[in-house]
């Protein structure tokens, strides 16, 4: 195959594929008001960060890191509605191992953002 029309398949089927994950997002924004709340918790943390000019990767990587397991917990609860609509113990073990893994995240990402925007914030507040 031509070269340039095998690039032009392959930035078409990327571009398709992140439409999906956009969609993906996007459902996900409307249907779980977790998610809604840790991506406005995300929004605010980088705004401090820039506005005290703290550190931006750590702030980056756990926004990431919550964000991205909120959608992962999202899709474990979406293919278990499906796969087990009824009451079943491996149902239940596999969500909670879900959202475990989504507090673990959220429990050092506020760990992280305490360690990073914390002395910045207290020094603004007490004038030092
Ligand atoms: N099919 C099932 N069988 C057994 N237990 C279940 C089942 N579905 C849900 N549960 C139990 O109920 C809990 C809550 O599940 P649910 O699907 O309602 O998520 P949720 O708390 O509404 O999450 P979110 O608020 O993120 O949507 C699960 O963690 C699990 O313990």
């Not at 340039?4 to 008001?33: D, F, I, K, P």
């Not at 990587?61 to 079943?88: F, R, T, W």
Request: a positive charge; glycine letters at 8%.
């Amino acid at each position: 195959m031509n070269k340039n029309v095998g690039s032009a398949l392959s930035a078409r089927r990327w571009m398709r594929s992140a439409g999906y994950a956009w969609a993906g997002l996007q459902r996900t924004y409307r249907q779980e008001a977790n998610f809604r709340f840790e991506a406005w918790a995300a929004v605010t943390a980088l705004g401090l960060t820039l506005w005290l000019d703290a550190p931006l990767t750590p702030i980056l990587l756990v926004c990431a890191l919550v964000l991205s397991l909120e959608l992962v917990n999202s899709a474990v609860e979406a293919a278990i509605d499906l796969l087990s609509p009824g009451p079943h113990p491996l149902a239940a073990a596999a969500k909670d191992a879900a959202a475990g893994a989504v507090y673990v995240a959220a429990f050092f990402a506020l760990l992280v953002g305490l360690n990073v925007l914390g002395p910045p914030l207290w020094a603004l507040v007490s004038g030092r």
